[in-house]
């Protein structure tokens, strides 16, 4: 049931909507199977505001897989909200991907 509410706001046309669906999604991802999947499509979405939400819950699972969607932000405009973000998570979690980097050289 909550897994079907924060679907279908996730899906909102209202951006607002979509951003408090991946804050939910963030703070309580281990209930969400798909919340990788849904990170994904939200982390390209075109208001910055839900990109950076997407950040934030990406930092929050922090897993390898998580940090590769975060970078996914680059590919859209950036500002510095979501520039400073997309810098913390990395900074941040940068024991996690930085071997895998010095690994593959």
Do not use: C
């Not at 897989?65 to 680059?74: D, F, G, P, R, T």
């Not at 950036?78 to 979690?93: M, P």
Request: hydrophobic fraction near 45%.
């Amino acid at each position: 049931p909550q897994a079907d509410w924060i679907d279908a706001l996730r899906k909102s046309t209202d951006a607002r909507q979509r951003s408090a669906a991946v804050r939910a999604i963030g703070w309580n991802h281990t209930d969400f199977p798909d919340s990788l999947t849904w990170l994904s499509e939200s982390i390209q979405d075109a208001d910055w505001q839900v990109r950076l939400e997407s950040i934030a819950a990406l930092d929050r699972i922090g897993s390898p897989e998580a940090l590769s969607l975060a970078i996914q932000a680059a590919d859209r405009p950036l500002n510095n909200f979501i520039d400073f973000a997309l810098w913390s998570t990395l900074n941040r979690h940068e024991d996690k991907w930085l071997p895998l980097i010095e690994k593959s050289d």
